[in-house]
């Protein structure tokens, strides 16, 4: 029992560790705090900001991720299952799709601005192109790491196409797509940050712009804080989902 509680303890015996020592750090060597504010200031920092303020700049952040992301899961997994099952288009469109993720999403953000104007619009598109690679890629190697012998079972009993793809390729996929969907979570939170570091008026990312332009870097770190807080629940949301609805594809240790 004692140790089950501190194996279920210990990340957050180690955070308050962690933070423990960045507060004795700042105040023993006397850094100052628009270089690096101690925990201390930065709860001081987000307590200067209003509620409704913090709520206003989490929901767009949260809503352009979350927009960005449904584009990318809705749009991905049947480009996979396609990829994955015609070798014309696979040898068409993926190295097409290697070329896009190479692209630094940083750097065409503002032309994205430009052609899209102001709004969501951009914002979702910068999440999507963040999040859409890896969903793509790691469900194309589910679907492939079926065994060959079941899909020839399977041919040999008459399985119709579809019936093949959904009963047999996507369950082996699922472990798979889930990796791809956790990691991709939080790569959405990513997207929308940078996209509201080059147009948006509102969101974590243009609340942290704004801080560090006027030296509130306290508040710029509680952005931080908030942020993290952020793609860990929705990290956990997926784990969760997955344990649901597939507890079959975790790991024993994690059923």
Partial sequence: MLLRLLDRGAPVLAALLLLLIWELGCRLLDVPVYLLPPPSAIVEGALAVSPGSWANHIWATLRVSLLGYALAVIIGIPLAVALANSRLLSRTLYPMLVVVQSTPVVAVAPIIVVVLGAGDAPRIVITFLITFFPIVVSTVTGLMSTPPELLELSRSL??????EIRNIQLP?????????????ITLAIIGAVVAEFVAAENGLGFFIAFSTSFFKVPQAFAALAVLVTISLILFRLVAMIQKWWFPWSLPKKDQ
Avoid: K, N, T
């Fill in 158 to 163: 008459g399985a119709s196409r579809w019936r």
């Fill in 172 to 184: 082996f996929a699922v472990p798979h797509i889930f990796s791809a969907l956790r990691i991709s």
